[in-house]
């Protein structure tokens, strides 16, 4: 029991989570004003601004770099992960988007497909380089605060 009380009281693991939870909150409000409908997948949907990926990540390697200093090693393992999802996020998951895109364009063009589909291609799954930047910033923010 005492190894769960740790868990759910480590800061490391809540203000991160906290982190992602207001942002994702954000998105779904923010979509609403948007389209006047609530959509809860939203949530837990990947995209949009800001980057809830980029945001946790850099909470917790500034949160770290505090804690055990900037020069550690745990310090280091933190920036490095968050260097990697975010790179992903505006990269590799943001090109995904663009090609699902693309092919739900190409099976809905009448008689340039054949293909039946039973459900369209998930198409926003990255980030813009800009809102991976105010994801991090958000994150460098607040685990400054904490």
Known sequence: MNVFIEIVTSRYLYVP??????IQSFKVIWDLVETKKL?????????GMPSSHSAVT????????K???FSSPSFAISLILAIVVMYDAAGIRR???KQASLLNKIVNTPGLSTIQVQERLAEVLGHT???VLVGAIIGIIVGSIF
């Open 95 to 97: 090109a995904a988007g």
């Open 67 to 69: 804690a055990e200093g």
């Open 39 to 47: 959509n809860f997948k939203r949530i837990l949907g990947p995209g």
């Open 17 to 22: 989570i906290l982190v992602w939870f207001g």
């Open 129 to 131: 380089p800009v809102q």
């Open 58 to 65: 850099m909470c917790l390697a500034i949160m770290v770099g």
